[in-house]
């Protein structure tokens, strides 16, 4: 298994522009979620998805669009980046009904908005 | 929102020493959860504690679960210089959405 990926790992933007951070698992997970840290905020959760057709907000959804058509896939957009979203961006998955110590993140896409 | 407070931020300590770190909420948790995350990587799961004065090991860290279900604190023991990275304790309030509310971290750094 490769567990959570996301790509790319790195990425520079200048406002306005869009972009599409990827992250996939291969363990069946149902429920997979996005964070973003910053410096001294810890991790925030921004969307979330409990499966396939299925998304709600988190704490800090706003500037960020969701969607999982795929148990496998589920990729934050940002239609318009802005300097406050320059962050760690982490992704994470665990299987739904287990205990929490299944929840598995990904390594981080670092994005820089300029 | 729901809000942890973590303490202490950072902590400078020499190799072989004991650590203690703690986080407080306002509201009650059903699960608290400490990750460990290492510069440039995701965070990685500790220790996971599900009941009320749960008290937990995996080897030299020790973790518990507070009466209250307001509160935990992590324990290293015998430091060693990979333990430094940024420790983080998160609570679950439970039900459908297994939303989890994290701590602000604790940055540790072990002088050999």
């Known amino acids: 298994n490769a567990g959570v990926t996301q790509t790319p790992k790195f990425q520079v933007l200048k406002t306005g522009q869009s972009m599409t951070l990827q992250c996939a698992q291969d363990m069946n997970h149902e429920y997979m979620s996005w964070y973003r840290q910053d410096p001294g905020m810890g991790l925030r959760l921004i969307h979330y998805?409990?499966?396939?057709?299925?998304?709600d907000q988190g704490e800090v959804p706003n500037g960020y669009n969701v969607s999982r058509s795929t148990t496998e896939d589920f990729p934050l957009r940002l239609l318009s980046a802005a300097p406050s979203q320059t962050s760690v961006y982490f992704c994470a998955s665990r299987k739904q009904g287990a205990g929490t110590d299944t929840q598995y993140f990904g390594p981080g896409t670092r994005l820089t908005v300029l | 929102g729901q809000q942890l407070n973590q303490s202490p931020q950072s902590m400078f300590i020499q190799e072989g020493e004991d650590v203690s770190m703690n986080c407080t909420s306002s509201s009650i948790f059903n699960t608290w959860l400490w990750y460990k995350q290492d510069p440039g990587e995701g965070p990685v799961l500790l220790i996971a504690l599900y009941k009320a004065g749960e008290l937990t090991s995996n080897g030299r860290l020790t973790a518990q679960f507070g009466i209250t279900r307001k509160d935990s604190f992590l324990n290293i023991s015998a430091s060693i210089p990979s333990d430094v990275g940024i420790y983080f304790c998160?609570?679950?309030?439970?039900?459908?959405?297994?939303?989890?509310?994290f701590g602000k971290g604790t940055l540790l750094t072990v002088n050999p």
């Open positions: 998805s409990v499966g396939a057709g299925i998304t």
């Open positions: 998160a609570g679950q309030r439970g039900g459908s959405n297994y939303k989890l509310t």
